[in-house]
């Protein structure tokens, strides 16, 4: 299949044809027209330079606080265990007591609650401190176990510093054995 865009008899005129036009003239270029004048009542516009963009200079001023943090725990509720509930010998018990950091200082892993009177009634006489924020409430949670004889039975704990020092309203129970 041959593909034809001009009919064979055109074929001697073709050569003239492109002949023609590449030597006729070029055209003719545009003249040209100076800007009109700026009426007098505007303002001659200026080339205004870029802004500048400003260098930012960083300087650290080291302000001290003003001392140390302080350390504060405040009773608020007994969550379970009410004072003067009857266990039997040997039985778990679960206390909580709902307090509050009323200090400025965050409570970590590193504070402790510890026992400072009464009877440990089978538990470790330093127990975790729930962390908690300066402000916040928190939870304190210890597993008794009711002594063996009966009787009437107290615990006292209180708070723990990573120094060492107490702190804080002391938090009890108290247990009657039967």
Avoid: H
């Amino acid at each position: 299949m041959t593909l034809r865009l001009f009919p064979r008899s055109w074929l001697p005129i073709l050569p003239i044809l492109f002949l023609a036009v590449a030597c006729s003239p070029p055209p003719a270029p545009t003249p040209f027209r100076p800007p009109t004048a700026i009426p007098p009542t505007q303002p001659i516009p200026t080339a205004t330079p870029p802004p500048s963009t400003p260098t930012a200079i960083l300087t650290f001023t080291f302000t001290p606080t003003a001392g140390p943090c302080s350390n504060s725990l405040k009773f608020l509720d007994d969550l379970t265990i009410e004072d003067g509930t009857i266990f039997a010998p040997g039985a778990a018990m679960d206390k909580q007591w709902l307090v509050q950091n009323d200090g400025s200082c965050d409570w970590d892993a590193s504070y402790k609650l510890k026992w400072v009177g009464g009877f440990p009634l089978g538990t470790a006489e330093e127990q975790p401190l729930f962390p908690a924020k300066a402000g916040a409430q928190a939870t304190l949670r210890i597993i008794f176990t009711a002594p063996a004889e009966p009787g009437t039975y107290q615990s006292v704990w209180q708070a723990l510093d990573p120094d060492g020092n107490l702190f804080g309203d002391t938090v009890f129970m108290e247990i009657v054995v039967q």
